[in-house]
Each structure stands twice: as structure tokens, then as C-alpha cells.
């Protein structure tokens, strides 16, 4: 399998802040890759970066093949990485079909949607994928926080994106909630998409990925299987705890 994601020696400061330091990782075509750690050990902001958010302070991020470093946000979109928001942030006025709208007719989608069917077809059909179908009319700000985490993912898909970036898709979602979106995850996945997803709900997590980046203070500590993850005692000691969280589902 190819690799469509090449991340070396990653960094980032802040001032005098390292919070995200030489992080170096790569992504295989399809792949989907799970990334934990403590709060602040950097994981959204390699998110920030990977987008053109932020500008690293050293390091190398290759997009099948092409170097994206220094890109605008709306560059690298067009490219085919897209991203949620672990904060969802829709445009609260507008329905819940507008967002949608606005994300595809943003992008190279204005011209691709001409092709293939149009802008209003192609948002349909992106909100029915997230299970949003019937909802096109309600506003954004009426939504309940699991509908509002799937009309992120719809926006993100109507970027039309390979590589898709979840910050944390489960949080604020109960397990009901977590056990209709995580299949619509899976799908993604076996469509093609490649997926990082950052996530705190472990056992959940695992169900998607078979590799597991943590990060602890900014620097990558650990990059396996889940299993290898539990036995792995910096990662214990960083962020599982001694018999805290169980990583490994069966
Ligand atoms: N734009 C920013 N300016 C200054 N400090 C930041 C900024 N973004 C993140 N940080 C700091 O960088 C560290 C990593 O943050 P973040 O990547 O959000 O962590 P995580 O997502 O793992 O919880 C934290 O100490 C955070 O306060
Ligand atoms: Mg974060």
C-alpha cells in the first residue's frame, strides 16, 4: 500500500512553548490512524498544521508526494485533506442543507459539482451519508450535539477529501450517539478515505484503527497496535494509567 502521508520531524513553538516536537509519521492509502495523549500533548495542533492553520517551525509534511508546507488552509483542502473541529463550528444561522452547500461550493466543488450532479444534489446526498436526512431544513443552532458532530463530518465530506482529519468526533456524545456515528466511520474507511482520528474514548477508538500514534509534551512516545499500546509502558505512565483505561476491546 502507498503512502499518501508523510509527516518528518514535525514542530511547532509557541514562544518558548514546544508543542509539538519532531513528530515524524507517515500514513499508508486507506489507513486509518488513531492519535492519543493527554490534554495539550499537541494533537490538534498537528491537526492545525497538517490544514495550514498553523506554520511549522521545522519539519516536513508530504501530501502524495507534494510538499504542503506553507500552503493556505483552503489550498490544502483543495488538495483532498479535509478536518473537523473539536469544537463543531457551523454557521449557526443557516440550515443545516446551507452548511453543507457552502462547504461544497467552496472548494473545487463549484466546478466538480457541475459535472457530477450539481451543488444541491451533492449536499443531499453528503447529509444523507451522516444520517442527516430530513434535518436539511432545521438551523444549525437547533441541532442536538450528535447531529451537530455529524453535519461537521458532512461539511468535511463535501470537500470531496482523501484524507479526512477527526478531532475528537466522539467527545460530548453518549454511548448511543458514539455507537450510530462510529459505523458511519467505518464506512468512510471502506470507501477509501484516509482517516486520522484523535479521540480520548478509547475503547471506541480502538473498534477503528489498528495504529496508535501517542503523543506526550509535544513529542510521539508511541506508534503501534493498540495491544502493543497497553503493554507499553510510557504510554501507561504518560496517559493510561496502571490498570485505568482499557485499551484493548476483546
Ligand atoms: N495557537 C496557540 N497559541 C499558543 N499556544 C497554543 C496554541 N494552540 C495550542 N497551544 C498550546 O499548545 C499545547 C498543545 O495544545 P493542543 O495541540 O491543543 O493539545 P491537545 O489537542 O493534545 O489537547 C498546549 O499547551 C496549548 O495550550
Ligand atoms: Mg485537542
Redesign the pocket.
Known sequence: MGTILEVHDLTKY??G?G??RNVSFTLHQGETLGII??????????F?LLTGF?KPSRGMITFRGESIVGLKPWTIVNKGIARTF?IVRPFHQLTTFENVTISCLSQTGASKGRKDGGVEEKSGKFLESVGLSGKEGMLAKDLSHGDLKRLELARALATEPELLLLDEPFAGLGLQEIYSLSPLIQKLSQEGHSIII?EHKLRELMKLVKRVIT?NF?EKIADGTPEELSRDEKVIQAYLGKGGQTLVTV
Open positions: 509557541f514562544g512553548l508543542a509539538v495523549g493527554p490534554n495539550g500533548a499537541g494533537k490538534t495542533t498537528i492545525n498553523l473539536q484523535i503523543l509535544g
